[in-house]
């Protein structure tokens, strides 16, 4: 049964993976950046491309939680964690697809699967969250204090990260407000 159950997971997380947006090594200009607490919100660009992010900025020197808006398809965001590595990475690859925990304070907790990216000339360890209720997630952590997660690690103790939510609320409506606004020439 506990196999029955991995593929499962094995096999939503290979569906959502081709829908996933993926992290690119390429630096795109930040612009209006707004403070919110521990928050910040931004708008990223690079040519015609946008999008707009909410982002956790202050419970780890070396990791960012955010939300991220497409323009165009402001109602599909997607969660992503960041951590920092020692160096540049040489290739891009996917790494894992892990069994992952979120919890917002003390709502349900919700099970999902989380992937690890590291992008060529990149030194950041991306992980991104496939969501099926991303906006149930969205409208916790507007009215949360703090977001858990945890990613099992098979044999080893999981990995447990929490981020504080202060500012997450102004931060996210913020970043929807920019994403829906009509585009400027």
Request: include cysteine; charged fraction near 25%.
């Amino acid at each position: 049964m506990q196999t029955i159950k991995r593929l499962s997971y094995l096999a939503i997380g290979c569906a959502l993976l081709a829908a996933a947006p993926i992290a690119v090594a390429v630096t795109f200009n930040t612009d209006q950046i707004e403070e919110h607490d521990h928050w910040q919100s931004l708008v990223l660009t690079l040519g015609n491309e946008r999008h707009f992010r909410a982002v956790e900025i202050q419970s780890y020197s070396d990791a960012t939680l955010s939300l991220n808006a497409t323009q165009g398809v402001c109602d599909l965001p997607w969660l992503e964690m960041r951590v920092t590595l020692d160096q540049q990475q040489s290739k891009s690859r996917a790494i894992n697809l892990v069994p992952t925990r979120l919890r917002v304070d003390e709502q349900p907790m919700i099970d999902t699967m989380a992937e690890f990216i590291t992008e060529r000339g990149d030194d950041g360890f991306y992980t991104h969250f496939y969501l099926s209720d991303i906006q149930t997630l969205m409208s916790d952590m507007r009215q949360g204090e703090q977001l858990f997660i945890g990613f099992d690690q098979q044999d080893r103790e999981p990995w447990y990260m929490t981020f504080s939510l202060a500012g997450a609320d102004k931060a996210i409506e913020r970043m929807q407000t920019l994403c829906n606004a009509p585009e400027r020439e």
